[in-house]
């Protein structure tokens, strides 16, 4: 009987170090927690790349699934992030980690030195989650719940971008709308809005109508690039933003947790308007941005 432990222990001993050393996916495994939404660590994540010279964002299955690599010297590391919800307030990060060159050495070398490999690798991920905490305190969001997006007649400028370019596209239009509305005496129905037509979450592409609502007349003036349309009342989820209008594409993320927990289906484009006047100055986290996702008609 005894003998037969020790075979079947030996046995379990050998199939571990064999898992461990040529089957377990990755070399090092990070963990951590955020309070950020998945859509927000990627964007983060992918921040940083940009950043970096010697990263490269490679590829996206979804916003909790993505992989990016870092070259050091003659060595490239592979980064596979996946986030899951701890709960409804917490994300669970997990960060694997490879140096495809030297696998096999490092899985030999980690449970009794503390490796280079290993220090690099928590020194980036280190990296990546104090920029996360850093950003984190530059914004607020407050889910609202469901809502109505109001109709409005507007005008508007037809404009392509990434997300994070979003807000030079407004602000180097802005002067365009505003000097055509004073121009022709055309009276305002309320504040500047975005109206995300297509949104590429792959690539973080929009294309999008940045708009003045205005009031209606029989007779509104022409200007090429400007263009005039009807939105017209929808129901939507809505959150409220402050903080820089440059990543109130965080809200975007935070509505789509939402929806996804309260298994509400919505249309993946986003609206949004903005109730105070960057101009002005002040405490960003005092600005104020409505934000909404709308739904999906009911069958």
Not at 37 to 47: C, D, E, R
Not at 56 to 65: K, T, V
Not at 67 to 90: A, G, M, Y
């Amino acid at each position: 009987m005894l003998k037969k432990i020790a075979l079947v222990t030996i046995a379990l001993c050998a199939g571990g170090i064999l898992w461990y050393l040529f089957i377990m996916p990755q070399d090092y495994v990070i963990r951590f927690r955020t309070k950020a939404s998945p859509g927000t660590v990627n964007q983060i994540v992918k921040f940083w790349v940009g950043q970096k010279g010697n990263a490269s964002f490679e590829s996206q299955e979804s916003l909790s699934d993505f992989r990016n690599t870092l070259t050091l010297n003659d060595t490239t590391l592979n980064f596979h992030w996946l986030i899951e919800k701890d709960n409804d307030s917490v994300s669970l990060v997990k960060v694997y980690i490879n140096d495809p060159k030297n696998s096999l050495k490092q899985r030999l070398q980690i449970p009794f030195f503390d490796t280079d490999f290993e220090k690099r690798s928590k020194t980036t991920v280190k990296e990546v989650f104090s920029l996360l905490n850093s950003h984190l305190k530059n914004f607020k969001i407050t889910i609202v719940g469901e809502a109505v997006i109001p109709e409005k007649y507007c005008a508007c400028i037809s404009l392509k971008s990434i997300q994070l370019n979003k807000v030079k596209g407004m602000m180097d239009h802005y002067s365009t709308l505003s000097g055509f509305m004073a121009k022709n005496n055309i009276e305002l129905d309320g504040r500047p809005l975005v109206e995300v037509e297509k949104w590429n979450i792959q690539n973080d592409s929009i294309a999008y109508n940045f708009c003045f609502p205005i009031h209606k007349t029989d007779s509104l003036p022409r200007k090429k690039g400007i263009f005039y349309k009807r939105i017209e009342e929808q129901k939507a989820i809505k959150a409220i933003y402050n903080g820089n209008y440059l990543t109130s594409d965080r809200a975007w993320y935070a509505l789509i947790d939402y929806a996804d927990k309260k298994q509400i289906k919505v249309k993946k484009e986003p609206y949004e308007v903005f109730n105070t006047n960057p101009n002005m100055g002040g405490n960003e986290l005092e600005w104020i941005a409505e934000i909404f996702m709308p739904l999906h008609a009911q069958e």
